[in-house]
Each structure stands twice: as structure tokens, then as C-alpha cells.
């Protein structure tokens, strides 16, 4: 499975991005992680073929994660974004409902001035 991610960039705090990653098939869960200079890759938020949803507690109430399944895309919606949202953000994937995730995009880079 590869993956395309795109939509990052730069924004003030309090602002609003929306980052898009595309599937090259449907795949049961597709999610995104991230990660900021000197801390390890975490996770923000996944979402199954039946769109439920887990996210980390970081983001509950400010990102919305969503999916078109249709077209095998998945989103991510941030809003009311803070300066400690700023990491690498990827796209990630797997076909089985739990484990690791087995398939990867490339980071998109999105960065929260104060």
C-alpha cells in the first residue's frame, strides 16, 4: 500500500490546517502519527473502515479525523492549534484491527508559530 500525504505548512496559534493522505487501496485502519525534534513518533488519531475513531487525549475536541472510503483518503482537520502540535506528521496504515501499523507515507511538516 502506498501512501500520499499532503497539507502541511505554516500557521499562528489558533489557526487551522487540514492535512489529506491518499491509499493506492481501502485498507482497515488508516491514521496519523507525528513527531516533534527530540521525542519519539506518537500517535494523534485513527480511524477504521467503519469510522470509528481513537485519538490521542492532545488533540480530543480540537482535530477531527475523517475518511472517504470511497476514494481511500483520509483526513485529518486541526483546529485550534498550539506551538506543541508542531511536528512531522505521517500518514499511516494497516490491514489488521490490531498490531503496529504496516504501511507508511511520507511526513508532511507542519509547524504552529506563537
Known amino acids: 500500500v502506498q501512501l500520499q500525504a499532503s497539507g502541511g505548512g505554516l500557521v499562528q496559534a489558533g489557526g487551522s490546517l487540514r492535512l489529506s493522505c491518499a491509499a493506492s487501496r481501502n485498507i482497515l485502519i488508516m491514521g496519523w502519527y507525528r513527531q516533534a525534534p527530540g521525542k519519539q513518533r506518537e500517535l494523534v488519531a485513527t480511524?477504521?473502515?467503519?469510522?470509528?475513531?481513537i485519538y490521542a487525549d492532545s488533540v480530543k475536541g480540537r482535530f477531527t479525523i475523517s475518511r472517504d472510503n470511497a476514494n481511500n483518503t483520509v483526513y485529518l482537520q486541526m483546529n485550534g492549534l498550539k506551538p506543541e502540535d508542531t511536528a512531522v506528521y505521517y500518514c499511516a496504515a494497516r490491514g489488521s484491527t490490531w498490531g503496529s501499523m504496516d504501511y507508511w507515507g511520507q511526513g508532511t511538516q507542519v509547524t504552529v508559530s506563537s
Open positions: 480511524i477504521r473502515s467503519t469510522g470509528s475513531t
